[in-house]
């Protein structure tokens, strides 16, 4: 007994008529009535009534349906789990240190359920280096604080807020206050985000109290600026992040007011030539992210 006449014998079953079954299987009518009566004389018993308008299956053919049903089952579910043991390699993915990050040991776990060949090589860096890394091949996957250029690239808007915030040392006099005003910076020591295009976010923050700042320092990753203000060098404009997971004996942050927050992207060069296991990633991302997977509740646009 062959899978292949298995799938035949289902489509039959399915169409009720060897003449509609063969066209859906592309064969001749002939071929498909030999192969099903091929069937019957190897298995020494009869599978349908023939009496009707439409193929009806006896006691024996309904006996045969559900074991074929179970069989292809089983074929087609471990043709699938030996394509994806088979699937391995390293998914090269960038990302800022950003709330969102969040989102990545989720999706890395459990792609790496379906596809456990696969590992990760997760690299930090700014949104224009991790886009640079992507122009080169160097990178496959960035997530990315916005604004940002994404002419090049397709992605997926992520909903999540990322808020800007003030950092400071415990022991600074805004560390008792509920959210920083622009007034409340105007003369302090300050260290801001080095990217040009998050500098004008900043800028259009302060108004016109920016021409006027006392910034000492530009820093691309807040775990830079985390350990100068640790030293109370200053204070520093940065963006939440991972802040949930620093000491808050050692560094804190306050909310700006007004509310000044940001959006993600999890980006990829469009039309860039990707090994398997990114085509898989990406592949996967898209269907968890826009609503068709397991972590479809993640609000996204595209």
């Known amino acids: 007994m062959e899978i292949r006449v298995l799938r035949y014998f289902l489509a039959v079953v399915r169409e009720e008529s060897i003449t ?3 066209e859906m299987l592309h064969i001749t009518q002939p071929t498909l009535s030999r ?9 020494g018993i009869k599978l349908f009534d023939r009496g009707t308008r439409k193929i009806v299956l006896t006691a024996e053919g309904h006996l045969l349906r559900r074991r074929a049903e179970e069989i292809l089952e089983l074929v087609d579910k471990t043709e699938r789990e030996l394509q994806e043991e088979a699937v391995g390699g390293t998914v090269s993915v960038g990302c800022g240190d950003l709330a969102a990050v969040e989102l990545l040991p989720k999706l890395f776990q459990s792609f790496r359920d379906r596809y456990p060949a ?3 090589d997760l690299y930090t860096g700014t949104a224009d280096h991790i886009k640079d890394r992507m122009d080169r091949g160097l990178t496959d996957v960035g997530l990315l604080l916005e604004p ?3 002419e090049k690239y397709d992605f997926i808007r992520l909903n999540q807020k990322e808020q800007w915030v003030v950092a400071m040392h415990p ?14 910076l105007k003369d302090l020591p300050l260290i801001i985000p080095r990217r040009l295009n998050v500098q004008s976010e900043v800028a259009g923050w302060f108004g016109p109290y920016w021409d006027h700042l006392h910034i000492i320092a530009m820093s691309n990753l807040p775990s830079s ?7 109370k060098l200053a204070y520093a404009i940065i963006i939440r992040g991972s802040i949930a997971f620093w000491d808050q004996e050692k560094v804190v942050c306050r909310p700006l007011y007004p509310e000044l927050a940001a959006t993600s992207v999890l980006t990829w060069k469009r039309k860039q030539p990707f090994g398997t296991a990114a085509e898989k990633f990406i592949e996967y991302v898209r269907q968890e992210l826009t609503g068709t997977g397991r972590m479809g509740k993640i609000r996204t646009e595209h």
């Open 20 to 22: 509609k079954a063969a």
């Open 171 to 184: 022991d600074a006099p805004l560390a008792g206050a509920e959210y920083v005003t622009p007034e409340d």
């Open 148 to 150: 940002v250029s994404m």
């Open 225 to 231: 600026s985390a350990v100068m203000v640790y030293h």
């Open 118 to 120: 696969v590992n990760f």
């Open 35 to 43: 192969q099903m009566a091929q069937l019957e004389e190897e298995m």
